[in-house]
C-alpha cells in the first residue's frame, strides 16, 4: 500500500508542476484536464503524504528496537503503540478514498419528480419536492431550468423534469431516487384525518453528445398546441413537442416554451439523459450490482424515506436515520441527509471490496 501511495504523491506532484508550464496554461482543455485529474487526487494525495510520514516513523521507531541504547529503545516502544494506532486509523480513510469513483458523479443533473399514490395531496407533495430540490440546489449555487412541467388542477405538480447544472450535481443528488412518502393532514382534509401519499424522484446523470449516439431515423417527432397557462399563445401554435424514441419506447414531451426549436433543444437534452441512464442501468446488471439508476414506480411500498409532519420528522429507510427538522429538510437543508447516504455507499462499496 505505501508504495501505491507514493506513487499517487508522485503523480499530483508532477500534475502540479506540468499545469505551471506555460504551454498547458495557454491551452485551456490541457490545463483543464490537468486541473480536474490535480483536484480529484488533492485529498488522497495530502492523506497518503500522512500515512507516508507515520510508515517511515514506524519503520525508525522499529529499527531502535534493536539498538543497544536503552533509553532509546524505551522511547520507541512507548512511540509505537500510538503511531500505529493512528496508522490504522489512517489507513481505513484511505481504503475509502481509493475505492473506485462514479465516472457520472461530477456531471449535471436531470432530476424528475411525479406525483404517484395519493391523488391531489400527492401532486401537492410532488410540488413540495420539487421545491425542496430547487431551494437545495440554491444553496449549492447551482443553476437550475425546468425542462417540462405538469400542473394539476389545484396547484400541486403531475410531473416536473429539472435540470440542474453544478459540478457534482449528479453525485450529491442521485440518493434521492426512490419513491418519497409523506404523512399529513391535507389542506383539503376536514375531520383533521392523516393521510399518507407518495411522489418518485428519479436523477439522472446529464449525457453528453458523445456518450449517446440518437439517430434522427430512430424518432418520431410530433408537434401539438400547448395547453394549461400561456396566455394568447395557449392552442394558437403547434409549439409543443413530443419525441418518441422507436428503438427504446422512451417518450418525452416539452411545452413549456414559445418557440418550437426551443422546445425540441430541451426535450432532445432530456431524451438524451433517459437514454443514456438505460445505458447504465443496463451496464449495472451485467455486473449483478444492486444500485439502479432509477425508480419510476409510485408505489407507497417501495419508500426510500418518509416526511411525517405531525411529528416533524424525516427518516431514510435506507440508512435508518431519523432528523426531526421536517421544515429545515424540506427548505433545502438536505446537507446531514446526504452525506450520510454517501458514507453508507462508501462503506457498502468497501465491504463488497
Given at each position: 500500500?505505501?508504495?501505491?501511495?507514493?506513487?499517487?504523491?508522485?503523480?499530483?506532484?508532477?500534475?502540479?508542476?506540468?499545469?505551471?508550464?506555460?504551454d498547458?496554461?495557454?491551452?485551456?482543455?490541457?490545463?483543464?484536464?490537468?486541473?480536474?485529474?490535480?483536484?480529484?487526487?488533492?485529498?488522497?494525495?495530502?492523506?497518503?503524504?500522512?500515512?507516508?510520514?507515520?510508515?517511515?516513523?514506524?519503520?525508525?521507531?522499529?529499527?531502535?528496537?534493536?539498538?543497544?541504547?536503552?533509553?532509546?529503545k524505551?522511547?520507541?516502544?512507548?512511540?509505537?503503540?500510538?503511531?500505529?494506532q493512528?496508522?490504522?486509523?489512517?489507513?481505513?480513510?484511505?481504503?475509502?478514498?481509493?475505492?473506485?469513483?462514479?465516472?457520472?458523479d461530477?456531471?449535471?443533473?436531470?432530476?424528475?419528480v411525479?406525483?404517484?399514490?395519493?391523488?391531489?395531496?400527492?401532486?401537492?407533495?410532488?410540488?413540495?419536492?420539487?421545491?425542496?430540490?430547487?431551494r437545495?440546489?440554491?444553496?449549492?449555487g447551482?443553476q437550475?431550468?425546468?425542462?417540462?412541467?405538469?400542473?394539476?388542477?389545484?396547484?400541486?405538480?403531475?410531473?416536473?423534469?429539472?435540470?440542474?447544472?453544478?459540478?457534482?450535481?449528479?453525485?450529491?443528488?442521485?440518493?434521492?431516487?426512490g419513491v418519497?412518502?409523506?404523512q399529513?393532514?391535507?389542506?383539503?382534509?376536514?375531520?383533521?384525518?392523516?393521510?399518507?401519499?407518495?411522489?418518485?424522484?428519479?436523477?439522472l446523470?446529464?449525457?453528453?453528445?458523445?456518450?449517446?449516439?440518437?439517430?434522427?431515423?430512430?424518432?418520431?417527432?410530433?408537434?401539438?398546441?400547448?395547453?394549461?397557462?400561456?396566455?394568447?399563445?395557449?392552442?394558437?401554435?403547434?409549439?409543443?413537442?413530443?419525441?418518441?424514441?422507436?428503438?427504446?419506447?422512451?417518450?418525452?414531451?416539452?411545452?413549456?416554451?414559445?418557440s418550437?426549436?426551443?422546445?425540441r433543444?430541451?426535450?432532445?437534452k432530456?431524451?438524451?439523459?433517459?437514454?443514456?441512464?438505460?445505458?447504465?442501468?443496463?451496464?449495472?446488471?451485467?455486473?449483478?450490482?444492486?444500485?439502479r439508476?432509477?425508480?419510476?414506480?409510485?408505489?407507497?411500498?417501495?419508500?426510500?424515506?418518509?416526511?411525517?409532519?405531525?411529528?416533524?420528522?424525516?427518516?431514510?429507510?435506507?440508512?435508518?436515520?431519523?432528523?426531526?427538522?421536517?421544515?429545515?429538510?424540506?427548505d433545502?437543508?438536505?446537507?446531514?441527509?446526504?452525506?450520510a447516504?454517501?458514507?453508507?455507499?462508501?462503506?457498502?462499496?468497501?465491504?463488497?471490496?
Amino acid at each position: 500500500m505505501i508504495e501505491k501511495l507514493r506513487e499517487i504523491i508522485q503523480r499530483r506532484n508532477a500534475l502540479a508542476e506540468a499545469m505551471s508550464v506555460p504551454d498547458a496554461t495557454a491551452d485551456p482543455k490541457t490545463y483543464g484536464t490537468l486541473a480536474k485529474e490535480h483536484a480529484e487526487l488533492a485529498d488522497v494525495a495530502g492523506h497518503a503524504e500522512t500515512y507516508s510520514t507515520l510508515w517511515d516513523r514506524i519503520q525508525e521507531a522499529e529499527a531502535l528496537l534493536a539498538e543497544d541504547d536503552a533509553e532509546l529503545k524505551q522511547i520507541a516502544e512507548e512511540d509505537l503503540p500510538g503511531l500505529r494506532q493512528e496508522l490504522l486509523a489512517l489507513e481505513e480513510q484511505l481504503k475509502i478514498l481509493l475505492l473506485p469513483r462514479d465516472p457520472n458523479d461530477d456531471k449535471h443533473t436531470i432530476l424528475e419528480v411525479r406525483s404517484g399514490t395519493g391523488g391531489e395531496e400527492a401532486a401537492l407533495f410532488a410540488s413540495d419536492l420539487f421545491r425542496m430540490y430547487s431551494r437545495y440546489a440554491e444553496r449549492r449555487g447551482w443553476q437550475t431550468e425546468i425542462m417540462s412541467l405538469s400542473e394539476s388542477e389545484a396547484g400541486g405538480i403531475k410531473e416536473v423534469v429539472l435540470a440542474v447544472q453544478g459540478r457534482g450535481a449528479y453525485g450529491e443528488l442521485k440518493f434521492e431516487s426512490g419513491v418519497h412518502r409523506v404523512q399529513r393532514v391535507p389542506a383539503t382534509e376536514s375531520s383533521g384525518r392523516i393521510h399518507t401519499s407518495a411522489a418518485s424522484v428519479a436523477v439522472l446523470p446529464e449525457a453528453a453528445a458523445v456518450e449517446v449516439n440518437i439517430v434522427e431515423a430512430d424518432l418520431k417527432i410530433d408537434t401539438y398546441r400547448a395547453s394549461g397557462a400561456g396566455g394568447q399563445h395557449v392552442n394558437k401554435t403547434e409549439s409543443a413537442i413530443r419525441i418518441t424514441h422507436m428503438p427504446s419506447g422512451i417518450v418525452v414531451t416539452c411545452q413549456d416554451e414559445k418557440s418550437q426549436h426551443k422546445n425540441r433543444a430541451k426535450a432532445m437534452k432530456v431524451l438524451a439523459a433517459r437514454i443514456y441512464a438505460v445505458q447504465v442501468e443496463k451496464q449495472e446488471k451485467a455486473r449483478a450490482t444492486k444500485r439502479r439508476s432509477m425508480i419510476s414506480t409510485g408505489d407507497r411500498s417501495a419508500k426510500i424515506r418518509t416526511y411525517n409532519y405531525p411529528q416533524g420528522r424525516v427518516t431514510d429507510h435506507r440508512i435508518n436515520l431519523t432528523l426531526y427538522k421536517l421544515a429545515d429538510i424540506t427548505d433545502g437543508d438536505l446537507g446531514e441527509l446526504i452525506e450520510a447516504l454517501r458514507l453508507q455507499d462508501r462503506m457498502d462499496r468497501l465491504a463488497e471490496v
